[in-house]
Structure formats: C-alpha cells, structure tokens
C-alpha cells in the first residue's frame, strides 16, 4: 500500500513540475509577443523584457535550489535502536523524540515524511511542487519561489493591461493574427491569476508559519509552541540567514544549519 502511494504521489509530483516548467518556458514567449509587440519603439520594450526575465531566471534558480537542497534529513545513527531498552544509557536532551519508523532518536520539531522516507529537522509538509520536503534548510529557497511567481503573476497582468489600453499602431491588421493576440492575452491573464492567487496563499501560510513558529505539522498536530516568543526578525533570520535582508530575496546563501553533534547516544 505504501509504495502505491508513492507511486501515486510520484506521478502527481511529475505532473505538477511540468505544469511549472511549462509556465517557465512559455511567459516569456507569450509576453514577448504581446507587449514588446506594443513597445517595439521605445525603449520600455527591451526593459521589459529584461526585468520580466530576470524575474523568470530568479524563479528559476528558487524552484532549482527547493527541488534538490536538503531540506534538513535527520542521519541514520550507526545502529538502530534497542526498544527492548531505549533508556539504557541514553544520555540525551528531553525535548529529543523516538522515531519509530527510523528507529532513532530524532532533534527536537523533527518530524518522519512518509514520502521521503525519512525524519526532516523542523518540518513543514512535502511539496509536490518540488517533490521534496520543506524543513529547516530549504524553507528560504521555497519561499523564494513562491514570492517570485507572485511577483511575476502580478507583473504579467500588468503588462497586458498595458497592451490593451494602449494602441498597437505598428501590429498587423490581419484578423487572424489580432484574435491571436487576444487569446494570449486572455490564456496569460487567467494563468497568472489563478497561479498567482495559489502561490500567494501558500506564501501567506508560509510568511504566518515562520513568525508565529509553529509549522504545518505541529499546527495539524496542535502541539503548541515548541519555545518561547521571539522576535519576528530574529525567527526570519533563522530561515533566510544571518545576512543583511536585502540578500534574502537572491537564492544564494542558506540558513545557518545546525553544527551540533545528532548523536551522543549509548544505546545498546
């Protein structure tokens, strides 16, 4: 039943990555066609152009980043546990959990992803969009992706609102080639919308997860606040990095991950 599920899963993961991809490679196309198209005369049109690329490259270098950076899995320990006697010599801190399924003792707000397969640190559910967990080492390059689809929803609507306001002198009159034109405009304007309006209610989730501190596996669970309150930009510093905040809208640098030892441990 469970490798079903990933079968299932897994199939649904690929789909959702071509849908991605598949906005990736045609915006540009499409918004090339009808706002350059409009702008060919100025120099708005080659900035344009430009800055809505930029934005794709960036979305591009997110979604890369989220899809293939650990997200925080937990190591196996060199041996399983003991359950005959878990206690016998354990020399560990209370707030550390027993994994069952991994057979170990897992950090603190470590959670096991049924998909992966395995525990993940400060786990917030397994994306299908990337086919990877969010957890404490990718959450940055997540949010990312999601704030820059969003901001490149919103700037391709603008754009074609543009272009229907303003007249095309230099298009072609051909009937074909204007109606053509529209239905881009309407395909573009729907998708940005709809995907907009998705990705912008995740980043919300995402944005009252990390500043209230409690992800979306400790709030299904109602677990509670695992620490005391902390500053709002103390708890965006532990997702986005210790740099200054204007490098946290580039997908470079991670959070600071964790260099403790996750093992000191005696079990026999």
């Not at 560990?92 to 991994?102: P, S, Y």
């Not at 707000?109 to 990337?130: E, F, G, K, L, V």
């Not at 997908?251 to 030892?261: L, Y």
Request: contains cysteine; positive net charge.
């Amino acid at each position: 039943m469970a490798m079903l599920e990933g079968q299932i899963y897994s199939v649904y993961s690929l789909f959702c990555r071509y849908i991605i991809h598949l906005q990736y490679s045609h915006r540009p196309f499409i918004s090339y066609n009808i706002f350059l198209s409009v702008m060919n005369s100025s120099l708005w049109g080659a900035v344009h152009v430009l800055l809505f690329n930029t934005l794709v490259f960036l979305t591009c270098m997110a979604h890369a980043r989220a899809v293939f950076s650990d997200p925080g899995i937990v190591p196996l320990p060199p041996s399983r546990l003991d359950f005959s006697d878990m206690n016998a010599g354990a020399d560990k801190n209370d707030e550390w959990t027993i994994c069952g399924k991994c057979e170990m003792y897992r950090p603190p707000r470590a959670h096991h992803c049924r998909i992966c397969q395995r525990c993940i640190r400060r786990m917030d559910h397994h994306c299908p969009w990337i086919n990877n967990c969010v957890g404490e080492w990718n959450q940055k390059y997540f949010l990312q992706f999601l704030i820059y689809v969003g901001l490149m929803s919103v700037y391709a609507c603008g754009l074609i609102a543009f272009t229907w306001i303003r007249e095309c002198r230099d298009c072609s009159r051909d009937m074909v080639v204007k109606q053509g034109r529209v239905l881009h405009s309407v395909c573009l304007s729907m998708e940005s919308i709809l995907f907009g309006l998705f990705v912008m209610a995740i980043m919300c989730d995402q944005m009252q997860a990390i500043l209230s501190d409690e992800t979306a596996v400790e709030q299904v669970k109602k677990s509670g606040p695992y620490r005391a309150r902390r500053p709002k930009m103390a708890l965006l510093r532990e997702v986005c990095g210790r740099s200054h905040p204007l490098l946290w809208v580039f997908p470079c640098t991670s959070a600071p991950k964790t260099t403790e030892p996750l093992y000191n441990l005696s079990v026999s």
